[in-house]
């Protein structure tokens, strides 16, 4: 394993043999995570959680060292886990992200339970918050500067003075920009929307068709975020093929990408646009841009960022103890 301090653990959890909802993609995202898990391989860390029936899946592909048998109960580790690498929090996971309303509430507690258990038990160091919002509603550059989407202010009945002074007490950020979702109901996450690709340096969904919307939403994030740099990137948005009308799709997406220190992992999805997205995001960085297949799973609703938990190098340590990983 990698050992730097501008590497990364990227963990990802590999869905149980026994949930049936996921039973007819199960080979999809263990495709999917084969591949990320390969890209990362050399540059960052990886880890992947899997049940008992799926550990010798994984493990013959990748190797022991980068599987352990430590179940969890959704893939979408984005969401339940920690935000914010460098000073991590853990919010609230919302019912949205198991499908809404007063059971969608309590099957998301469980599903953050499991993974808290155990980063606690690994020692691992974070604040904890009562306040609803998912991962994949906290788009920040590690710099102070954050982009969250309204949803934030509604679950928790904020106003936009209220949510910028709490959140900037509880995670340092500086300048926070609060947007309209572009699809309203249901998730409403900032992270389908905009990617920090650099500090104070933000690349976002192009959205020809709804001139007033891409107007809208800059001045939200320029209003937000004194002297952002706004980049667009093409976005052949494809929604004819969605497993879940709650989640809808994250096919055509590219601001769904994963940033680290160094490199962003970027979504791609087989499809003419791939080229023009690489050559756009490149100029608008300074990170090593990774390409990742990503169109085994965007018909789901996510992809590399929102599959990804991040740990920097001290809470990797801990966690690579806690699982016994010889590296």
């Known amino acids: ?57 994984y493990a013959s592909v990748l190797g022991k060292e980068k599987v352990v048998i430590a179940p969890m109960s959704d893939i979408w580790m984005r969401d339940f886990t920690t935000v914010n690498p460098e000073l991590p929090v853990m919010f609230r996971y919302t019912a949205e992200g198991q499908g809404g309303g007063q059971k969608g509430q309590k099957h998301a507690d469980l ?11 690994a020692n691992i160091k974070f604040r904890e918050s009562d306040l609803l919002n998912d991962g994949g509603n906290f788009v920040d550059d590690y710099a102070g500067n954050l982009v969250v989407s309204r949803k934030f202010l ?16 509880l ?4 300048n926070i920009a609060f947007i309209d979702a572009d699809e309203q109901g249901g998730l409403e996450h900032a992270d389908g929307v905009v990617s920090f690709v650099d500090t104070n340096t933000l690349l976002v969904n192009s959205y020809p068709e709804d001139p007033l919307y891409s107007q809208q939403l800059k001045a939200d994030l320029k209003s937000g975020l004194p002297g952002i740099k706004i980049f667009e990137v093409i976005t052949p948005y494809d929604g004819s093929q969605i497993y879940d009308d709650r989640f809808g799709s994250a096919c055509g997406l590219y601001t769904n990408a994963l940033v680290t220190p160094k490199r962003i992992y970027f979504p791609q999805f087989g499809i003419p646009e791939d080229k023009i997205a690489i050559e756009q995001v490149k100029l608008s960085t300074t990170r090593e841009v990774i390409p990742v297949a990503s169109h085994q799973v965007c018909q789901m609703g996510g992809g590399v960022r929102c599959m990804s938990w991040q740990l ?10 806690y699982f016994q990983i010889s590296y």
Do not use: W
Not at 27 to 39: G, L, Y
Not at 111 to 121: K, R
Not at 312 to 321: C, H, I, T, V, Y
């Open 111 to 121: 599903v953050q339970e499991e993974l808290a258990i155990i980063a606690e038990d």
């Open 1 to 57: 394993m990698i050992s730097t301090a501008n590497a990364e653990l990227i963990v990802l959890a590999a869905p149980s043999s026994s949930d049936e909802y996921y039973a007819d993609v199960v080979d999809d995202i263990f495709n999917f995570h084969v591949e990320f898990a390969k890209k990362i391989d050399g540059h960052d860390d990886v880890l992947i959680l899997t049940d008992n029936s799926s550990y010798n899946r």
């Open 312 to 321: 920097r190098p001290k809470a990797a340590l801990l966690l690579k103890e």
């Open 154 to 169: 509604r679950d928790n009945n904020l106003t936009e003075t209220k949510g910028r002074e709490t959140l900037r007490k």
């Open 171 to 174: 995670t340092k950020a500086k």
